[in-house]
Structure formats: structure tokens, C-alpha cells
């Protein structure tokens, strides 16, 4: 079984192998491929929970891509958005004119990723899509489109695969479902 720190009483369930996961990779990277054919898109990952999602995505690319990240924190509970999001480290490349991706792990209620995407529509890139990996649509409280979706999650909280809980769990390949 895994190594755990000091969630030793937490229970973990496979949701989402491995294997699902590098198809679901595979599938996402061939679709965005074929779409920015002949451009070089900019991806934009958020951290920090989506950067192992994004280091897999972009092997499987047939693309020149750039790529750059951002945080962003909200203030409140731990599994849960409190609905103030801030930018707390903002990406470093302009964007102005450059056909941007974002690359979430999730999303939840939407707050989080539609501040993120009213803050990079300013900037004005030529293009503006989002690739998540998995969604929470039972718990949206704003509407959110996602150009490349890979997975629907129920209502549960997942760790793994870039996921924490209580930044435990990242390094985990598989996305499980953390209980107490
Ligand atoms: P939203 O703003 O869409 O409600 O969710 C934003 C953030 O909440 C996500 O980026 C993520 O950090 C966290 N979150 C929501 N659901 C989960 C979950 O099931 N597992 C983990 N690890 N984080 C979650
Ligand atoms: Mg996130």
C-alpha cells in the first residue's frame, strides 16, 4: 500500500486508474493536436494541483507548445472554495494575441476557474480554452464550459495524480477517493 504521512486513518479508493488516466491523456492530447495545428499555443497550468496533469499532457502533444503557470489561493476551508479567489503568482509571459489553454485538474463549484478566466480575457489572447481533467458538474455554482473535459466525478473529494488533501496525496498515479 501507499506510504502516508499523518492521514494514516484516511481511506483511499481507486476511482480513476492509472490506465484511464493515460488514455484520457492520449485522447485530450490528440484532440488539442488536431485543433492548434500549425499554431504554438501558450498552456497555462494552475497550481499546483494540475502540474503532473500538465507534464503528461504535454508529452503527448504534436505540438511546439509554451507553457506557464499560476497560483491562485482562496481564502476558507480546506475542501472547499470560499468564493474570494486571488492571484498569487501571476504568469510571466504576455499573452496579448497568443492562443492560451488552461490546464485545471478541477472543477468544482467554478468559482475558481471562471476568476481565472475573466482575469486572462483581459489580457486579450487571441484565443482562450480550458482543458480540465476532472469535473464536479453536481456541485457547479457557475457555469462553466470546458472545451476539453476528461472525466466527470461525483460528489466526492479525490486526491492523487496532482490532487492533496492538505497538500497529501499528490504523487499518488492513481485518482482515489479520500474518506475520514
Ligand atoms: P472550485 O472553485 O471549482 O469550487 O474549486 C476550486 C478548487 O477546489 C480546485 O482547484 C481544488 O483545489 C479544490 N477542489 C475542489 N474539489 C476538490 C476535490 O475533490 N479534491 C481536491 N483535492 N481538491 C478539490
Ligand atoms: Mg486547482
Same mark, same amino acid.
Given at each position: 500500500?501507499?506510504?502516508?504521512? /499523518?492521514?494514516?486513518?484516511?481511506?483511499? *479508493?481507486? #476511482?480513476?486508474? /492509472?490506465?484511464? &488516466?493515460?488514455?484520457?491523456?492520449?485522447? #485530450?492530447?490528440?484532440?488539442?493536436?488536431?485543433?492548434?495545428?500549425?499554431?504554438?499555443? #501558450?498552456?497555462?497550468? +494552475?497550481?499546483?494541483?494540475?502540474?503532473?496533469?500538465?507534464?503528461?499532457?504535454?508529452?503527448?502533444? !504534436?505540438?511546439?507548445?509554451?507553457?506557464?503557470?499560476?497560483?491562485?489561493?482562496?481564502?476558507?476551508?480546506?475542501?472547499?472554495?470560499?468564493?474570494? +479567489?486571488?492571484?498569487?503568482?501571476?504568469?510571466?509571459?504576455?499573452? $496579448?494575441?497568443?492562443?492560451?489553454?488552461?490546464?485545471?485538474? &478541477?472543477?468544482?463549484?467554478?468559482?475558481?476557474?471562471?476568476?481565472?478566466?475573466?482575469?486572462?480575457?483581459? $489580457? *486579450?489572447?487571441?484565443?482562450?480554452?480550458?482543458?480540465?481533467?476532472? !469535473? *464536479?458538474?453536481?456541485?457547479? $455554482?457557475?457555469?462553466?464550459?470546458?472545451?476539453?473535459?476528461?472525466?466527470?466525478?461525483?460528489?466526492?473529494?479525490?486526491?492523487?495524480?496532482? #490532487? !492533496?488533501?492538505?497538500?497529501?496525496?499528490? /504523487?499518488?498515479?492513481?485518482?482515489?477517493?479520500?474518506?475520514?
Amino acid at each position: 500500500m501507499w506510504q502516508m504521512g /499523518h492521514h494514516q486513518k484516511s481511506q483511499l *479508493k481507486v #476511482l480513476i486508474s /492509472h490506465e484511464e &488516466i493515460d488514455k484520457a491523456v492520449a485522447r #485530450l492530447a490528440g484532440e488539442i493536436s488536431r485543433d492548434y495545428a500549425g499554431k504554438r499555443p #501558450l498552456f497555462i497550468s +494552475v497550481l499546483k494541483g494540475s502540474f503532473v496533469f500538465m507534464a503528461d499532457l504535454i508529452r503527448q502533444l !504534436d505540438l511546439p507548445v509554451e507553457i506557464d503557470f499560476v497560483r491562485l489561493s482562496s481564502y476558507g476551508a480546506a475542501r472547499e472554495t470560499s468564493g474570494k +479567489v486571488r492571484v498569487v503568482q501571476g504568469i510571466k509571459t504576455a499573452i $496579448k494575441g497568443r492562443d492560451v489553454l488552461v490546464v485545471e485538474d &478541477i472543477v468544482d463549484t467554478g468559482i475558481t476557474i471562471s476568476f481565472l478566466l475573466d482575469y486572462l480575457r483581459k $489580457k *486579450k489572447p487571441a484565443s482562450l480554452r480550458l482543458c480540465v481533467l476532472t !469535473d *464536479k458538474p453536481s456541485r457547479r $455554482k457557475v457555469p462553466v464550459s470546458i472545451d476539453y473535459p476528461g472525466f466527470t466525478v461525483p460528489d466526492k473529494f479525490i486526491v492523487g495524480y496532482g #490532487l !492533496d488533501f492538505d497538500e497529501e496525496f499528490r /504523487h499518488l498515479p492513481d485518482i482515489c477517493e479520500l474518506s475520514s
